[in-house]
């Protein structure tokens, strides 16, 4: 195979040489000439040295490394590349659990596959490419998934029509690649809790994935608690809460969610009066309710996607966790989280000590969390730590 070639800027080429996946048009001095979106290109440092392998986008990131040897990226090449994500997963205890069937098999750049997202839900994968490169190769991904699980993937479902870039003109559209998809295969268990999974219509692939870790922490602390769980979506943290806490509540903006959170209650505990769901925006009830809740989840959606929108996010936060962090009873436990990529660990804690702040609450940091073991952070990559969380304990 006859790759195309990319020679960087003089003095360009350093991020690449410390293994960051990422190439933006500004570095590059020449190359790009004829190049379809999704086209494998080899790129080179300006005296000729061979970097890498990757992904071409006209974007401001023109190119998605994944390989930093040189390669015949070839099904063979790939499938490697999903056995190394398939084995790092059962040796983190994921795969093949008996107590859990959702998880996540290739996360992007955490598993040098950037731009690419595989998400296991019992016998189905769901895939969602993030770049006309991996969007070109999903016919041969879903060929690779049953032999690199061990037959635990029997259906492929593709969802990139909301993640692929709007100017490639691909003309996705979502649906089944292999297999087949019924009422069983959308049900599936984590930690033992029975979830119902919506991965055509629902959010990402229908299902946050990346919360488990927090919703077992969650689980630990709700014992005889009032728990409020914000921008619930399908009730994850609900129904962990619902094992010992005292009253839960769920509230979200949509009514199809909260529909949903409803019935992965009953899934689990049956027609429950603990529990109640609530259709409203999540400022308007926090503001208006009463004081009687000691346990506050907030969840809410990424507050910003691009740099742009940085300094409005922020403000989002702090006014936010402040309106929990007013009403909260004392002795209460605030668990809230970021999930924005261009917010940083630091521009989080801070927008919640400010929150604080004006509250005049003493507060204390019981832990800082992040994602689990199968969204990994690639360490040549922090961006890819996108998911933060503090849980507070108020005085």
Known sequence: ?????????????????RYHPWIFSGAIATGPGTLKEGDVVEVFASDGTYLATGHWSPGSIAVRI??????????EFFR????????????????????????RLVHGEGDGLPGLVIDIYGSMAVMQAHSAGFWHLRGMLAELLPGITGNIVTSVYDKSEGTLPYMAKLGPVNGLISGSISQNNA??????????????K??????????????????????GRNVLNMFGY????????????ARVHTVDSSETATALADEN???????????KSFTADAFTFLAGMKSEYDLIVLDPPAFAKHQTALSQALQGYRRLNALALKKIKPGGLLFTYSCSQVVSREDFRRSVFVAAANTGRNVRILHQT???????????HPESEYLKGLVLYVE
């Open 1 to 17: 195979m006859t790759l195309s070639k990319i020679t960087l800027k003089k003095g360009k080429d350093q991020s690449v040489r």
């Open 66 to 75: 994944f390989s930093f040897s040189r390669c015949e990226p070839d099904r």
């Open 80 to 103: 490697k590349k999903l056995t190394d994500a398939m084995q790092y997963r059962i040796n983190t205890g994921l795969a093949g659990s008996s107590d859990t069937d959702v998880w």
């Open 187 to 200: 049900l599936v268990t984590e930690n033992g809790f029975k979830f119902r999974v919506d991965w055509e």
């Open 202 to 223: 629902g959010q990402k692939t229908g299902f946050f994935i990346d919360q488990r870790d927090n919703r077992n922490l969650v689980r630990q602390y709700s014992s």
């Open 234 to 245: 399908t009730g994850g943290f609900s129904v962990y809460a619902m094992s010992n806490a």
């Open 265 to 275: 209650v009953i899934l689990n505990f049956g027609n429950d009066g603990r529990h």
């Open 370 to 380: 992040g994602q689990p073991p199968d969204h990994p952070v690639n360490i040549y």
